[in-house]
């Protein structure tokens, strides 16, 4: 079954390209050929993750260029990584397609949304099977493109046109520093194949500072991707889009994108402690950094793409304290719960069309399966314990607690604490309560969101079960087999006290987000004074865009300016010169063209006269 | 007995050369510009004759040349003159100098 | 060099010819010019009898003299003939090309003043016209 993995990213690509070139004719039925080309790929992953099980890594390639002594390849790679990821994506694009065939309806660009969801997948799966740096850099481009098509769908929104600018050009800062650390490994291993650069770097054939450049400028890429600080400010505007696509970027696609460039190139990291310091520290910032904005934000989705952005935190955490397991593992949970609670805030907003949460409240009467889900996926996100999110969260800090990071263990678990309080903000403000809403008429969503909604939601809550401290490790024995000399280990050991140190920080955030938002019992002021500085710099997200702007903006804008001086008078002063010059030479010699016909003769004939002339005084010679 | 010789003859047809041509490079009328091609077309047919008596091989086919000559001459004034009329009834003028409509 | 009888037709057909072009550029009136230039055509025919080219010569007189003569009497006559040819646009213009003719004459001047090649005696001028004929219809 392996060797047809590469059908895998080929069926979303039919899609895409089916669905373009019919143009739109296909309106709505767009969507049932979207929905079987991802089933098709989503049942062969499974395949593919099945037969992974038994079978070692299947590495397939073929010669693509050949110069000097270089070969490139080009070619696919099933790895435990991969096979786990290309279910994971296959899964939530399938769902999220099923979910969209509701949410869009009556869209008229319909067809068109197919084809980008479809593009974007095929992006996806594919940058999960590059075997080698060269194509994961194809691919991820490919993964920009599709994020800024999907995120910029309503493209007559000035919003949204602007964040599908921002995702783009924020993730392309990233992706120079990829490309740079890329062409130095190549540079330093010739090669762009994973396994040689790994024996590469094994065989210390890098020098360390060398290593840890290259391995910081491949951070970098994941940074922009990943929406890591300090280049997160794309992942809050890229709500712009329709829910779907955030849960699919958020979830399955874009930003996971990076942190698996940082799992794929583990090894590179473990070899260098400064860079392993750097993602760590990087993802720890993070995730309190974006925990602390999503406390006061008002606009359902924005609290989620910042609870995105401190999950992805945790990861880059995890990743960066050797916890390789713990963030491969959270990556996929995240993926179920963060769909789910996209999804269910997609059907919220389908229902009462407003993304405010002041104006939501007391839904939990009238969204009977809504509700329940949105309440699964919080409490998974908020690491309630036997849920998904539970186990992978205590992985995390167990990876940080084992690795002796003490001071990044205590921010993930002031985040966890705070990802509880706010998450459960956001749900008792949209579901207790009495109801703040216009919208009289509430209504459930169709099937074709619900059922999605309820397979993440099965996932979210059984997920955690293949990697628990008590019915074993299957997941991080599996993932690491055959490579623990490069992985580190399967499991994170840790006292006992630090699961029911989490259990006890996420219940205390929900029961304060319980005593602040539902009951009331405590005023609204009590944590942070609304108005007050400290207020006004979390709602403002710490002045980060501003800063960008009076920063990076402003020099930006008059570099452009200074360019723009050049354009205009020197190449435009060049340009015009020639372009004059010419011109006034046509017109010499339009104006030579007098039509006379005896002046042409004549000149013909002063030609003929000079010659002889010449030709008398010198002979013939 | 001394003869003419043939650079006699040569310079007569390089005087009314030069004459026809500057007639047919100034003159504003054109059928004096016709006139003065057939002026220069005369020279060149006095150096055929002469060259056909007078040359280094000199023989009858000079002659004959310059029949073909003034066969094509004839030929070339009635072209020519034709094509000067339609152009005098579209225009209403046989100068040169505003028979322009091909210029800049 | 003695006035042989052929010198002194020679230079009297030349001196018609020459006077009938030097005539042609300086008349003002059109039909004037086209007289002048048939004096020019008859002295060029005698010279071809000079030349021993008594068919050419009969030919230059009917088709010269005569018919291309009348063609453009009637070319005339259907245009604007009352009027003067304009005269001559003055200037560098004029000044140059005829700087241009003077040299041009000058050049070739050069290359034929010089000009010695023997004279052999021909017979050209023996039943002339049987010769073109043979030439013509025969030889070529």
Known sequence: MMEHAW???????????????????????????????????????????????????????IDWLSFGGTQLTAGFEINQLNALMLVVVSLVSLLVQIYSKGYMKGEVRFSIFYAYLGFFTFAMLGLV????????????????????LLIGFYFYKLEAKAAAKKAFIMTRIGDVGLLIGIILLFWETGSFEYGEIFQAVQSGMISSE????????????????????????????????????????????????????????????????????????????????????????????????????????????????????AGVFHLMTHAFFKALLFLAAGSVIHAIHTQDMEKMGGLWRKLKWTGPMFLTGTLAISG???????????????????????????????????????????????????????????KESPFTMLIPMLALALLAVIGGYIQTPWFGTFLGEWLVEGNEALLGASHSEGPVWIMLLAVLVSLAGIYLAYRIYAKKKLPRQWLVKENSEVYRILENKYYIDEIYHFTAGYAIKGFSIFLSYIERFIVGGLVSTVTSSIEGLGKIGSKLQTGQVQQYGMIAFLGLAVLLVIFAVTGGI | MTGVPLSAYLVLALVLFCIGLYGALTKRNAVIVLISIELMLNAANINLVAFSKFGVTPSITGQVFSLFTITIAAAEAAVGLAILMSLYRNRKTVNVDEMEIMKN | MSLSGELIAFIGLALVAIVGGVLLITLTKVVHMVIALVFTFLGIAGIYMLLSAEFVAIVQILI????????????????????????????????SLLAAIAGFAVAVYLGIYNLDIPVQPTALHEENTKQIGIELFQNM
């Open chain 1, 7 to 61: 059908l895998i990213p080929i069926f979303p690509l039919v899609t895409f390209l089916v669905l373009l070139l019919s143009g739109g004719r296909l309106r709505e039925r767009g969507a049932f050929i979207g929905i079987i080309c991802t089933l098709a790929s989503f049942v062969l992953s499974l395949l593919v993750l099945i037969e992974r099980f038994k079978e070692p890594t299947y590495n397939i390639s």
């Open chain 3, 64 to 95: 010269y003299s005569g018919a291309i003569t009348i063609v453009m009497l009637f070319g005339i006559m259907l245009t604007k003939h009352q009027e003067n040819d304009a005269p001559a646009k003055g200037g560098w213009g004029n000044f």
């Open chain 1, 384 to 442: 309630f314990p036997l849920l998904s999110g539970f186990f992978s969260k205590d992985e995390i800090l167990m990876a940080a607690w084992e690795n002796g990071s003490y001071i990044l263990f205590g921010l993930a678990v002031v985040t966890s604490f705070l990802t509880a309080f706010y998450m459960f903000r956001l749900f008792f403000m949209m579901f207790a309560g009495d109801s703040r809403s216009q919208v009289e008429q509430v």
């Open chain 1, 210 to 325: 060398k290593l840890t450049l290259i391995a910081i400028l491949i951070f970098i890429g994941a940074v922009g991707k990943s929406g890591q600080f300090p280049l997160h400010t794309w992942l809050p505007d890229a709500m712009e889009g329709p829910t779907p696509v955030s849960a699919l970027i958020h979830a399955a696609t874009m930003v996971a994108a990076g942190v698996y460039l940082v799992a794929a190139m583990f090894p590179l990291f473990m070899a260098s402690f400064a860079a392993m310091q750097i993602v760590a520290i990087t993802g720890g910032i993070t995730a309190i950094f974006a925990a602390s904005i999503a406390i006061v934000q008002k606009d359902v989705k924005r609290v989620l793409a910042y609870s995105t952005i401190s999950q992805l935190g945790f990861m880059m955490l995890a990743l960066g304290t050797s916890g390789y397991v």
């Open chain 1, 129 to 148: 099977m590059a075997p080698n740096l060269l194509q994961l850099y194809i691919f991820w481009e490919l993964v920009g493109v599709g994020s800024f």
